[in-house]
């Protein structure tokens, strides 16, 4: 009875942890040199790495079809928080939600 008690527990943290995902917007070139802000949605505790493997992804439209590729990825924060590059944060005034 308490090892059961024991893994149930056990699984509940486990699917309780694996569905812990989040939204970020990240500052990122393409191969062209243009500036943009997107959307992503990453785990919080492999944030970094997930930011790191977005280099060389596509870009997709709104139809899930590919408009270019990352070249580099400046800056990721939480939807909700602010960039500390000035030019971040104008470009991200300026992207439409």
Not at 21 to 30: P, S
Not at 41 to 57: D, F, I, T
Not at 71 to 94: I, N, Y
Request: net charge negative; hydrophobic share 40%; proline share 5%.
């Amino acid at each position: 009875m308490r090892t059961m008690l024991m893994l149930m527990v056990l699984v509940s943290a486990n699917a309780v942890q694996a569905d812990d995902w989040q939204d970020y917007k990240c500052y990122l070139t393409d191969r062209d040199g243009e500036a943009w802000v997107k959307l992503f949605e990453m785990q919080p505790q492999n944030r970094h790495k997930q930011q790191a493997s977005l280099v060389g992804a596509p870009m997709l439209d709104s139809f899930g079809r590919p408009t270019g590729y990352i070249k580099a990825v400046m800056e990721c924060v939480g939807v909700r928080d602010t960039f500390t590059d000035p030019h971040a944060r104008l470009l991200d005034e300026q992207t439409p939600k």
